[in-house]
């Protein structure tokens, strides 16, 4: 008995030994490093090197027509969002939109988040599929189409506005 606990203990450890990771930390520049693949807010929010996360988030209050209108939207709609861990606009927007979200209760798995490299592209070329140009894009798609995508600060510069309209 205790062979077979021992064996399956080992698979088990050895599996996730090998498991591959949905996204890498690429580092630059002595200390900095950046994020390339599929991640969540959490990875960003977590992470002690990405404490522009909770400064941008804290400093956000979400306007009640915003959050009203990610509300009536929730179960109706998906997200996918491309964000660049290294730029400021990033930087600025997504942890706003992260706050939309949860106070507006979207579930997380309604939102698939990819981070990029410099170039805008990703591990398995999912951005190159989306045609990414600029980052941060938040892209709505409802009924597995796409109804709308909001592009660094849009544009008007009201970026959440511009996601809420795109809801309604």
């Avoid at 990771?21 to 200390?31: A, H, L, N, Q, R």
């Avoid at 009640?64 to 998906?78: L, R």
């Amino acid at each position: 008995m205790k062979k077979i606990v021992m064996i399956v203990l080992l698979i088990n450890f050895s599996n996730t030994l090998l498991a591959q990771s949905p996204y890498i930390s690429v580092k630059e520049y002595g200390t900095q490093y950046f994020l390339n693949g599929i991640i969540t807010k959490y990875a960003l929010s977590n992470d002690s090197n990405f404490k522009w996360y909770d400064r941008n988030y804290k400093s956000y209050t979400v306007p009640a027509e915003i959050k009203n209108a990610f509300s009536d939207a929730k179960g109706k709609v998906q997200f996918i969002v491309f964000g660049g861990t290294w730029c400021e606009d990033t930087q600025s927007i997504l942890p706003k939109f992260f706050k939309i979200q949860e106070e507006a209760a979207i579930p997380d798995a309604d939102i698939s988040f990819f981070a990029v490299d410099r170039n805008k592209k990703t591990i398995g070329g999912i951005a190159d599929a989306f045609k990414i140009v600029n980052v941060p894009t938040i892209i709505v798609m409802k009924y597995g189409k796409e109804v709308g995508r909001v592009v660094e600060y849009g544009r008007t510069g009201q970026w959440d506005k511009e996601l809420a309209a795109f809801l309604n």
